[in-house]
């Protein structure tokens, strides 16, 4: 059964550091997301990406964050400059473009960032 | 403001019996309402959407209820098993993508 991908599974920082969190969608889906889960809270949505550009965002996605795909298969986030708080586990997830197909989103087993 | 408020934070249930958890919603009118299920370090895994014109979903073991005027969602598993054990999750769609509540943290006792 196809599966999002994600690297590392475990990525640890010093503050201020750049960092980019890798993830391999599945490949015939179109939607692709960034979300976040601090230890002990929800998931929350940084990013959407679809056509090659960002569809959606929230206020949490700010400037030292970015999104990029690179090459047709993977799909990056990168943290400019890490802080204390940006510590959380990372999921990438992605979706099909089929009416309900498109809003089922299929998650990956997630990128713990520490950042120190 | 748009909040999801899920019950309790654990809920304990005897094996094979029904478990009924509950996601309410504030300041949204989703024309869909999804549950998911995520088990400690990993992803969340989707189990079910229902369309706001559609009362009852069903799926194996799991049934979903969707009530537009309650603003309420009602996720039951029956015949629970202590492989139903995890963490789940309602999710909107809001002004800012997808959004997650805090999600219900189910333990089927044996």
């Known amino acids: 059964e196809p599966e999002v991908t994600q690297t590392p599974s475990h990525q640890v920082t010093q503050m201020g550091q750049e960092v980019i969190l890798r993830c391999v969608p599945i490949s015939n889906h179109l939607y692709f997301y960034w979300y976040r889960q601090i230890l002990g809270q929800k998931v929350e949505f940084l990013v959407s990406f679809y056509n090659n550009e960002i569809s959606e965002k929230s206020e949490i996605f700010d400037d030292q964050f970015s999104v990029e795909r690179p090459d047709g298969s993977n799909f990056t986030l990168k943290i400019r400059s890490t802080k204390l708080e940006d510590s959380a586990m990372y999921f990438c997830?992605?979706?099909?473009?089929?009416?309900?197909?498109?809003?089922?989103?299929?998650f990956g087993p997630g990128t713990r960032l520490t950042v120190l | 403001s748009q909040k999801i408020e899920q019950n309790s934070e654990a809920l304990n249930i005897q094996e094979g019996k029904t478990a009924t958890l509950t996601c309410n919603y504030t300041n949204y009118s989703p024309a869909y309402l999804q549950w998911y299920r995520q088990d400690p370090g990993r992803g969340p895994v989707f189990l079910l959407l229902i369309r706001e014109n559609e009362k009852e979903k069903r799926k194996e073991r799991l049934k979903v209820t969707f009530d537009t005027t309650l603003k309420q969602s009602l996720f039951h598993i029956t015949a629970s098993q202590p492989a139903d054990s995890a963490t789940y999750l309602c999710a909107l769609r809001g002004a800012d993508g997808l959004t997650f509540g805090k999600g219900t943290h189910l333990i089927i006792q044996p």
């Open positions: 997830a992605s979706s099909a473009k089929t009416g309900t197909g498109r809003n089922e989103q299929f």
